[in-house]
């Protein structure tokens, strides 16, 4: 897609652009970095020098910020450079768990919740001098938590309610596990954005000899929760949708769930077809290989995973495994989310770049321009496939 660059233009900037990006966040804050650095280098020339446009062509856009931990394991966070009159965007993966911090002695990885308290104090940190304040958190803290049921904590909706109560003016997040969690703050700016744009494009990039009609390839929900993605995907490729359902057994719990007993699958015949199961996640991947395995026994091609996170909770071997075994042929996450050496080495993972995509969102925002353009991704994904040859022009 060629850079709209006329389109931000159209204002001036609601500040001086400001990047944090939290610990954990470093790899993916340089590289939007980058993609800012170098559109803004020809970006506005002509109102460069005009006071509004103050700052808005450097060298780098980001700010130094610390959150160091005393012996106890308490902390703080410091802000290291002046941030007055700023336009601020906080970039935070709270489930790298690659961080840690020493506490009595013990090396001590960071959980989600060290990660959102370290977020929280550096919002308290800017002590309000920025002109505003965004968070941009690819997968949403405590999504998973998003209703309740019976005696148990509302934590999404806490978490939400803590960032606005802080002074946070806008949360970006991306494929929200359920984005009626929005809810909870209904007077503030809550962005759910959807990377099915860039996932068809790795996609199409990566797969050879892909046939997209309703004869070759179907969409497969491995779930009901994952229906609308899927109703998507399968509506702007023009391709049939298949569905599983979860059979659990209600009158136990296990691990704070009622344990599956089994996926059943509802719609039409996937044999010899090519399938692409979508999904917001990988957790333990457990569901999402019977699913596949499940498809493989009714006779399907090849099975493509599209799941906006892959957090692989119990490890990989159990998906070299069923790789090596043919149930599937490629995964697809985003790096949104911590991605470990050993997954990006592995032969059947694809890996989806978000780092453009949110360059051009702090840039809109930042000329307070409507995003609207940017969620609706329809048009990209009919331009891919016929620059693919996969669709003819009409």
């Known amino acids: 897609m ?14 001086p652009l400001g990047i944090i990006g939290m610990p954990g966040c470093e790899e993916l804050t340089d590289k939007i970095d980058k993609y800012l650095v170098k559109w803004r280098k020809t970006q506005a020339q002509e109102h460069a020098e005009t006071i509004a446009f103050y700052g808005y062509q450097r060298d780098s856009y980001k700010i130094n910020v610390s959150v160091p931990r005393f012996g106890s394991g308490e902390g703080k966070g410091v802000i290291e450079e002046s941030v007055r009159g700023y336009d601020i965007y906080i970039i935070a993966d709270v489930f790298n768990y690659s961080c840690t ?3 009595y002695g013990m090396t001590v ?12 104090r550096v919002i308290h940190a800017l002590s309000s001098k920025p002109k505003r304040v965004s968070v941009i958190m690819p997968m949403l803290y405590e999504g998973r938590q998003h209703k309740r049921s019976s005696r148990e904590s509302l934590d999404c909706a806490m978490a939400l309610q803590e960032l606005v109560d802080l002074g946070v003016d806008n949360i970006i997040t991306f494929d929200a596990h359920d984005q009626r969690v929005q809810n909870s703050i209904p007077d503030e700016s809550f962005e759910n954005v959807m990377p099915t744009y860039q996932m068809i494009k790795a996609l199409v990039n990566n797969v ?31 391709v049939n949708l298949g569905m599983f359902y979860k059979r659990r057994d209600y009158t136990r719990i296990v691990n704070g769930r009622n344990p599956i007993v089994e996926h059943q699958y509802l719609g039409d015949s996937v044999k010899g077809k090519d399938i692409i199961i979508v999904d917001d996640m990988i ?10 395995s499940k498809l493989k026994c ?14 692989f909770c119990n490890g990989l071997d159990v998906f070299d495994k069923a790789y090596n075994d043919g ?27 978000l780092s453009k995509y949110t360059a051009y969102f702090i840039d809109t925002l930042n000329h307070d321009m409507s995003v609207s353009s940017l969620l609706d991704s329809a048009q990209k994904i009919k331009e891919i496939l016929i620059k693919k040859g996969l669709k003819e022009a009409e």
């Open 298 to 311: 009714l006779g399907c091609a090849r099975i493509f995973v599209c799941t906006t996170f892959g957090l």
């Open 208 to 238: 050879e000899d892909l046939k997209v009609d309703k004869n070759h390839l179907m969409i497969i929900s491995p779930d009901e929760g994952a229906m609308q993605r899927c109703i998507y995907f399968a509506t702007q490729l023009g």
């Open 109 to 120: 990885p960071k959980s989600p919740d060290d990660h959102f308290a370290d977020l929280k």
């Open 283 to 292: 957790s333990s991947g457990e569901s999402m290989l019977e699913v596949a």
């Open 2 to 15: 060629a850079r709209q660059q006329a389109l931000n233009i159209n204002s001036i900037p609601i500040g």
């Open 327 to 353: 149930v599937f042929d490629r995964v697809f996450t985003t790096n949104g989310v911590y991605q470990t050496p050993e997954l990006l080495s592995r032969e059947w993972y694809v890996s989806v770049e």
């Open 101 to 103: 911090y020493n506490m």
